[in-house]
């Protein structure tokens, strides 16, 4: 896809940047975790009604207890402005174990090259900065962020269950989906599930769009307390 005409110019200070979460961080973390399930909720439950499980105020289910690592886009006010969850495929996966449906007569993958990617969500009541296309900045960040987590982790590609909206977003930003079906309507929503390749040409693009020249993924202080 090119990109002429899609760039915006470097700003000054990035209001935001990305961290990661595993389960070893849990306890430094809880307050950005809370704000993220806080937002899971709202987001899947309260906008999209999709039938999810929620605790009070918070969306939580049953692969949040299988160690994923936790992609954040966070303010410089320690705000969550956005999520993405990754899980290894070499065990349970939503593709997998809750919507094979969408797989066809394909298998799931299973590989250490392999993440999964679910409850993708952007604040856009928080994340008010547009990038090119009319899309919230934070988006770009946190898609960049996910490219250079796969990459840390040392995959090579990431398989999501999605639905057609959102692969109109990642196409028109330049991550396009790899199908591994065609759509299927689950409810009132056109789902199907793909693959996200590792890309250096994805990842500049994202870089761009977010108007930043480099890593968005920020490394946090092995003492860092809740708030």
Not at 38 to 56: C, K
Not at 122 to 131: P, S
Request: proline share 5%; charged share 25%.
């Amino acid at each position: 896809m090119p990109l002429s005409g899609l760039v915006i110019a470097p700003s000054t200070e990035l209001a935001m940047y990305a961290i990661t979460i595993d389960h070893r961080q849990t306890g430094s973390q809880l307050d950005l975790l809370v704000q993220m399930f806080r937002l899971r909720r709202r987001v899947f439950r309260e906008r999209l009604d999709w039938t999810v499980s929620v605790s009070g105020d918070l969306e939580i289910d049953i692969y949040d207890a299988l160690a994923p690592t936790y992609v954040l886009v966070v303010s410089n006010e320690q705000d969550v402005l956005g999520c993405v969850r990754l899980l290894p495929t070499t065990g349970p996966t939503m593709l997998a174990d809750t919507f094979p449906i969408l797989l066809g007569d394909k298998e799931a993958p299973k590989s250490e090259l392999v993440l999964e990617s679910s409850r993708f969500c952007v604040d856009t009541g928080r994340a008010t900065e547009l990038g090119p296309h009319g899309f919230n900045r934070a988006t770009f960040v946190l898609f960049a962020a996910m490219l250079e987590t796969m990459r840390s982790k040392g995959a090579s590609a990431i398989v999501t269950v999605t639905d057609v909206r959102m692969e109109r977003i990642l196409r028109r930003a330049g991550w396009p989906l790899a199908r591994l079906t065609e759509p299927r309507k689950l409810g009132q929503t056109n789902a199907l599930a793909g693959y996200l390749n590792d890309s250096d040409q994805a990842l500049e693009a994202m870089y761009r769009q977010a108007g930043i020249e480099g890593p968005v993924v920020r490394k946090q202080p092995e003492d860092r307390k809740a708030a």
